[in-house]
């Protein structure tokens, strides 16, 4: 597949359990943080997003949280099935301007999903 | 299948050469993005035009252009190609400038230079 980055970080699960993927991310004045997956081959999918004045937002077997105090970001996974696999990316937007599609990405996390 | 289609999925060319590369975005996004992705810079932004006008600049190098057409698809052109210019860009479209992290990536084009 797509390798994204020689040294990335890596979360391995057997398949039904729960995931937590972690960032860091730099910038407190960003609107919004988002995570992304990428598989093999393909271009990053959206998968949630938070805006700054959140702290959690779910989605279908996803939740985010964002945790101002220490900048730092997570995704949880429910039930991870080896569909899941992928490198995921943090990813924040610029604080207001004209252009909240120009995202600041993470380095990345390998999620290996074992049947 | 994001909606978005990138143009050549592989490219090979030579250094000093010049490349041009394609993208449609979603029908009725007036967004548009490009992103380089390396193994050692990651997802970089490059660049972003809106209905045609240049919005947003990252680090994109002067030998780097990039231009949206009134039909609104975008070309990516890369001159003067060097051995680092290799990595896949990517083409992202989205309806508005914001207030959203969601972007809509195509599948990339794969630029390697020898």
Redesign the interface.
């Given at each position: 597949g797509e390798s994204v980055g020689l040294h990335l970080p890596t979360l391995s699960v057997q398949e039904g359990d729960n995931s937590i993927i972690n960032c860091a991310y730099s910038n407190s004045a960003s609107d919004y943080f988002i995570w992304y997956k990428q598989e093999s081959g393909k271009g990053p999918q959206f998968i949630i997003d938070i805006r700054s004045n959140m702290d959690k937002r779910q989605g279908q077997r996803v939740t985010v949280l964002l945790n101002k105090t220490v900048k730092h970001l997570s995704l949880q996974i429910a039930a991870t099935q080896p569909g899941d696999s992928a490198v995921y990316f943090c990813a924040e937007t610029p604080a207001g301007g004209t252009s909240y599609g120009k995202l600041t990405f993470g380095q990345g996390t390998i999620l290996t999903v074992h049947p | 299948d994001?909606g978005?289609t990138q143009t050549p999925k592989h490219l090979i060319t030579a250094t000093g050469q010049r490349v041009t590369l394609r993208c449609s975005p979603r029908s009725g996004d007036l967004?548009v993005?490009w992103?380089q992705?390396s193994?050692d810079q990651?997802?970089?932004?490059l660049i972003?035009y809106?209905n045609g006008e240049e919005?947003?600049k990252?680090n994109i190098l002067e030998r780097f252009s990039a231009q949206q057409f009134p039909d609104l698809h975008s070309e990516l052109n890369l001159s003067s190609l060097e051995l680092g210019d290799s990595a896949?860009y990517?083409c992202?479209s989205?309806v508005t400038?914001?207030?959203?992290?969601?972007?809509?990536?195509?599948?990339?084009s794969r630029l390697t230079v020898l």
């Open positions: - | 994001s978005v967004s993005y992103y992705q193994l990651g997802l970089q932004f972003h809106y919005r947003a990252g896949l990517f992202a989205s400038t914001g207030p959203t992290g969601e972007l809509f990536f195509g599948e990339g």
